[in-house]
């Protein structure tokens, strides 16, 4: 079993900034791409950003030159840092996880619980 647990979430003021951070535990042979979501209250879930393991990143033209993922391949755990914040920003927060829990098991997709981000303005 996999589990992919956000932090970092809160309420900030527009301008500001905050970071985010999603820890994947349990057993598990591989993890390869890592990504954080972002569902707005009413609208569809849409991804943020992406990195591959060998830190390749891409990230949605919405948050370009704001937003940045990064990740620690050591310790399992996928970051987004998050400048210059708006209220169209606000949304729950999701990690996902494109993990091998065998050598020979097929890539599956573990989401996290969610964090929730509030931007006043």
């Known amino acids: 079993q996999v589990h992919l647990v956000e932090s970092g979430g809160g309420l900030v003021q527009a301008g500001e900034s905050l970071r985010l951070s999603c820890a994947a535990s349990g057993t598990f042979f591989s ?4 990504s954080w979501y972002r569902q707005a209250p009413g609208k569809q879930r849409e991804l943020v950003a992406t990195i591959t393991t060998g830190g390749s ?3 949605a033209d919405s948050v ?3 937003f940045t993922v990064s990740r620690d391949n050591a310790k399992n755990v996928v970051y987004l840092q998050m400048n210059s914040l708006k209220p169209e920003d606000t949304a729950v927060y999701y990690c996902n996880a494109a993990v091998h829990t065998t050598a020979l098991a097929n890539e599956f997709r573990y989401w996290g619980q969610g964090t929730q981000v509030t931007v006043s303005s």
């Not at 993890?31 to 890592?34: D, V």
């Open 31 to 34: 993890i390869n791409a890592m």
């Open 64 to 66: 370009k030159g704001r």
């Open 57 to 59: 990143t891409n990230v």
